[in-house]
């Protein structure tokens, strides 16, 4: 489903820009840019495009100014006004018309080119001081700031799109084993929830101004109702579980290591009263001795609540807790606690070396048991197609298997490419 997903997206978009005169590109990521909040940690994750148009008052009046995005924001909340008192109950006929069809995406990316070719500088000032070095957009920095525009407008919508096909309308999208709807979305339950998620937002629509707010409503409200929360859970890392890390990273020696860090990613227990399984245990147990023997100077458990559906368990935080009891202080272990697949346990690592200032120069090494390393470095397994097909790039580059145990590995800027289409750890 993400490949039909991303495939109409790039269509779409080099059918907008064909006709395009291209500004000039511009730089990426930048350490020192604080990144903008919308109080909803899910959202702004997901759909940095919004938070940031949200808190760049000329574009946001822009926006609300054009007729052709007022005409559809007007159509959204009268439908969404309607649902509260009309008689539709059945999912399909309460969520399906606040899908950003392929005909609003185009309509909306017309606008966004004509609205950037007359106010260029304030739609330039956006992308250059926010949307390039934030990072969530470092796929793109190669291109001209219309592009751009244009390619997170578009991303953003799939994202959207996606979120209300997996919980409004119950679709097996990318991973239906583990971030499937967590109820029968025809059940009686669920069709009442639906309305009563409609009546809520009924009465906030006076705080939805832009075209998108009433379909960003109700995405986010359909992933709280199947309590799929999980790219919020332990926020803010760096002044929570991470902050003791990031502070030791500041006083890090590094020439006197041969690893920046040492990952090991999750392995999610198959019954749902273990905590941490023992495969995740033997992955710790390896990185504690390469730990012990000054091959790095920090720790990255990687692995969100996962295995088995709607575990209460975090793999990142369970290891983290076994770390500490065999000696591994605080301050060495970075948790990501949001990876949900070998992928993202590699992408999110990269995430966070960057965003902490961590050498990328300096390899890392992956530690993991046999079967999982093995699974990254054979070419028979598919490790890098899926990393391909999935994220677009490949989250690394020199990789190289060590030993039995370890594969060294360089992170890439590109990992700070949000996702949408991995709603639950964009």
């Excluded at 920095?141 to 578009?154: E, F, R």
């Excluded at 003791?244 to 920046?260: F, G, M, N, T």
């Excluded at 295995?307 to 272990?333: C, D, N, R």
């Excluded at 949001?338 to 990269?350: F, G, K, L, P, Y």
């Amino acid at each position: 489903m993400s490949t039909t997903y991303r495939t109409s997206l790039l269509i779409v978009i080099l059918a907008i820009c064909s006709t395009i005169i291209y500004a000039q590109p511009g730089a990426g990521y930048q350490k020192n840019y604080p990144l903008l909040h919308s109080g909803q940690i899910t959202a702004d994750k997901n759909f940095y495009w919004f938070t940031v148009i949200d808190r760049t008052t000329a574009v946001k009046h822009l926006l609300s100014a054009d007729p052709t995005l007022k005409a559809l924001h007007d159509r959204l909340i009268t439908t969404l006004k309607d649902h509260v008192t009309d008689t539709c109950s059945w999912a399909a006929t309460l969520v399906t018309d606040f899908r950003l069809t392929p005909e609003v995406e185009q309509q909306v990316s017309g606008v966004l080119l004509a609205l950037y070719q007359q106010h260029r500088a304030a739609f330039d000032d956006m992308i250059d001081h926010q949307l390039r070095p934030s990072g969530c957009y470092q796929q793109y920095i190669g291109l001209p700031n219309d592009s751009l525009l244009l390619h997170a407008w578009m991303q953003a919508a799939a994202g959207i799109n996606y979120i209300v096909d997996q919980y409004g309308l119950g679709k097996r999208m990318r991973y239906p084993r583990i971030d499937s709807a967590s109820y029968d979305i025809n059940s009686r339950y669920y069709r009442t929830a639906l309305k009563d998620i409609f009546a809520y937002l009924g009465e906030k629509d006076s705080a939805m101004s832009l075209f998108y707010h009433p379909s960003l409503a109700v995405a986010l409200q359909l992933m709280d109702l199947n309590g799929r929360d999980e790219p919020a859970r332990f926020e803010p890392l760096e002044s929570g579980e991470n902050q003791l890390a990031v502070e030791a990273v500041k006083k890090i020696d590094w020439s006197k290591y041969p690893y920046a860090t040492i990952l090991i990613p999750g392995e999610g227990p198959e019954i749902a009263s273990v905590a941490l399984d023992p495969m995740g245990r033997m992955r710790c147990d390896l990185a504690v001795a390469r730990y012990h023997k000054g091959m790095a100077p920090l720790i990255i458990v990687s692995g969100g609540f996962v295995h088995p559906f709607h575990t209460p368990y975090a793999e990142a935080f369970e290891m983290k807790k076994y770390l500490l009891t065999q000696g591994v202080p605080a301050s060495a272990i970075i948790m990501d606690p949001q990876a949900r697949h070998t992928t993202t346990n590699v992408r999110n690592a990269d995430r966070l070396m960057i965003r902490y200032g961590i050498p990328i120069t300096k390899p890392s090494d992956i530690v993991s048991t046999k079967s999982q390393i093995d699974y990254i470095v054979i070419p028979q397994q598919h490790f890098d197609e899926r990393n391909l097909r999935e994220l677009g790039y490949l989250p690394y580059h020199d990789k190289n298997r060590v030993s039995t145990h370890d594969v060294s590995f360089y992170p890439v800027m590109e990992s700070l490419q949000i996702d949408p289409l991995d709603p639950l750890d964009p």
